[in-house]
């Protein structure tokens, strides 16, 4: 869908194109509305990033809540959203033989412990899942304050992305 007709949407219709951008948090697209137009997608995604930078902690809590494990009990249900299947298998989060498996588990499982969330992880910044493993290893090291910072950060990245893909400008 291109930027202007992106821009001519009333809310409801905008609120249910970019609802998914950031993952189950329809709210940030219905804040991001009333700013329109947009003279670019980058002006959209600096807005949108705004909306989560001005949302109480709880709501950025839930909105990082609602992302998804790598490899996770999603992934193994087929519960994720097609953006977030999409995203992992490029990496070949979908398809883990055994032992790599065990590692996300053992990776995603001391990091919730250790922080209380899951691991945000921009995928497309990341050329291999062993980079991405690797980030995930090093930020164990972080504290709870600089993963929270560095988790919303990761989504902002994930959303450009999915902005990318979904408006067109002309």
């Keep these: ?25 329809p709210w940030v697209a219905e804040r991001t509305w009333q700013a329109r137009p947009f003279a670019s997608v980058q002006a959209l995604h600096e807005r949108m990033i705004e909306v989560v ?38 990496l070949g989060f979908m398809n883990l033989d055994r032992s790599h498996f065990e590692q996300m588990q053992e990776l995603n499982r001391t990091y919730r412990q250790r922080f209380g969330i899951p691991c945000i992880v921009a995928l497309r910044l990341h050329a291999s899942r062993a980079s991405v493993m690797a980030e995930m290893q090093r930020r164990l090291g972080n504290t709870v304050h600089a993963e929270m910072v560095t988790a919303l950060e990761q989504i902002g990245h994930i959303a450009r992305g999915r902005l990318e893909k979904f408006v067109k400008e002309k």
Excluded: C, W, Y
Aim: aromatic share 4%.
């Design 1 to 25: 869908m291109d930027l202007a007709r992106i821009n001519a949407l009333p809310l409801e219709q905008f609120t249910a194109r970019l609802g998914g951008v950031f993952e189950h948090s």
């Design 53 to 90: 930078r001005n949302a109480s902690r709880t709501e950025q809590l839930d909105l990082i809540r609602a992302h998804p494990e790598l490899a996770g009990r999603e992934a193994k249900s087929g519960s994720l959203t097609v953006d977030s299947t999409s995203e992992q298998s490029r």
